[in-house]
């Protein structure tokens, strides 16, 4: 009883302290990777109104002609809120937003950056899928965030880039983006040879599982981790979750795409029952350190079977 009281009460402040905009339960806080280049590390829950949506790492590089911003965030508040961040390391302003993806926080907050002079970037595919999702994600943000994503304009990008992999510089930072295609449609990470950073996007998550969406694709993610391997990266910035190594990245991710395309895929492949296969490989030790795998490995298996059953 005691315990009911206390969440009572403390659900109330927690409204109280939203409607009144002072304290929430994320602030974003620009953590260095190397050098220029910074990172914000969301929570690994789900959105919600004390976290702006800001809940995936986005990330941001410090240039001699101003700051390119690695995802936008879930909102308009949430956008203000990150260049208020970005503000404490560097006088400079935001020049550059590049998407890596469609998912709703890496997108929203383009019309912020956009309004304030900046020019949104992506592949042409990425741009596509945003479009695609725009009034969907918008509806089941504003779910998550109410009042707080007041404001909120869905832009896709609008500055494309069309090659698989494309090489762009701003004062003196080269970046280029490549397709992942992994986890949204179109979706691409941006690499830095000169810092030897990846930020992976949606591809990589680690400390929590990845999952699998209707829309994703297993083969793709499979693939595209094993191409990341090949830059030999030294610091891996992942779309959730903390700064990793290759080793890192590969035990909490790479191994699970393998895993999923080897065991799952070619079970689909030679027609075996879903549910056996579903059976077999539901306690997996080797995965089970990572958030929120007792939710979601087993529809992470069976959407990656019904992926691999239409190939
Ligand atoms: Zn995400």
Same mark, same amino acid.
């Given at each position: 009883?005691?315990?009911?009281?206390?969440?009572?009460?403390?659900?109330?402040?927690?409204?109280?302290?939203?409607?009144?905009? #002072?304290?929430?339960?994320?602030?974003?806080?620009?953590?260095?990777?190397?050098?220029?280049?910074?990172?914000?590390?969301?929570?690994?829950?789900?959105?919600?109104?004390?976290?702006?949506?800001?809940?995936?790492?986005?990330?941001?590089?410090?240039?001699?002609?101003?700051?390119?911003?690695?995802?936008?965030?879930?909102?308009?508040?949430?956008?203000?809120?990150?260049?208020?961040?970005?503000?404490?390391?560097?006088?400079?302003?935001?020049?550059?937003?590049?998407?890596?993806?469609?998912?709703?926080?890496?997108?929203?907050? #383009?019309?912020?950056?956009? +309004?304030?002079?900046?020019?949104?970037?992506?592949?042409?595919?990425? +741009?596509?899928?945003?479009?695609?999702?725009?009034?969907?994600?918008?509806?089941?943000? +504003?779910?998550?965030?109410?009042?707080?994503?007041?404001?909120?304009?869905?832009?896709?990008?609008?500055?494309?880039?069309?090659?698989?992999?494309?090489?762009?510089?701003?004062?003196?930072?080269?970046?280029?983006?490549?397709?992942? #295609?992994?986890?949204?449609?179109?979706?691409?990470?941006?690499?830095?040879?000169?810092?030897?950073?990846?930020?992976?996007?949606?591809?990589?998550?680690?400390?929590?599982?990845?999952?699998?969406?209707?829309?994703?694709?297993?083969?793709?993610?499979?693939?595209?981790?094993?191409?990341?391997?090949?830059?030999?990266?030294?610091?891996?910035?992942?779309?959730?979750?903390?700064? +990793?190594?290759?080793?890192?990245?590969?035990?909490?991710?790479?191994?699970?795409?393998?895993?999923?395309?080897?065991?799952?895929?070619?079970?689909?492949?030679?027609?075996?029952?879903?549910?056996?296969?579903?059976?077999?490989?539901?306690?997996?030790?080797?995965?089970?350190?990572?958030?929120?795998?007792?939710?979601?490995?087993?529809?992470?298996?069976?959407?990656?079977?019904?992926?691999?059953?239409?190939?």
């Amino acid at each position: 009883m005691k315990t009911y009281l206390n969440c009572f009460i403390a659900s109330i402040l927690m409204v109280i302290i939203i409607s009144s905009g #002072n304290v929430l339960a994320y602030t974003p806080k620009a953590e260095k990777v190397t050098g220029n280049v910074y990172v914000f590390i969301g929570p690994l829950g789900q959105r919600s109104e004390v976290n702006d949506g800001l809940n995936n790492n986005l990330g941001f590089i410090v240039t001699k002609q101003g700051v390119i911003l690695i995802d936008s965030g879930a909102s308009r508040l949430g956008a203000e809120r990150l260049e208020k961040a970005i503000a404490e390391v560097t006088d400079k302003s935001v020049k550059w937003v590049i998407n890596t993806g469609s998912q709703d926080h890496r997108w929203l907050g #383009n019309d912020y950056f956009a +309004s304030k002079g900046a020019d949104i970037i992506a592949m042409e595919k990425t +741009s596509k899928t945003q479009q695609k999702y725009a009034q969907d994600q918008t509806a089941r943000m +504003s779910g998550f965030l109410k009042q707080r994503f007041e404001g909120t304009q869905a832009k896709p990008a609008s500055r494309l880039l069309n090659e698989k992999t494309n090489k762009i510089t701003l004062g003196g930072q080269s970046l280029e983006l490549h397709y992942t #295609n992994a986890h949204y449609p179109g979706d691409t990470w941006v690499w830095l040879p000169e810092q030897s950073v990846v930020f992976t996007g949606d591809l990589v998550y680690v400390d929590r599982i990845f999952t699998v969406l209707p829309w994703s694709s297993v083969v793709n993610g499979q693939k595209a981790f094993h191409e990341l391997i090949i830059l030999n990266p030294k610091f891996i910035v992942p779309g959730h979750g903390g700064i +990793s190594d290759i080793k890192k990245a590969k035990r909490d991710c790479g191994d699970y795409y393998d895993f999923l395309a080897e065991k799952i895929g070619t079970a689909a492949q030679e027609m075996e029952a879903i549910q056996d296969v579903m059976e077999q490989y539901n306690y997996l030790p080797q995965f089970k350190h990572l958030e929120h795998y007792e939710t979601i490995h087993r529809t992470n298996m069976n959407r990656t079977y019904l992926e691999f059953e239409q190939l």
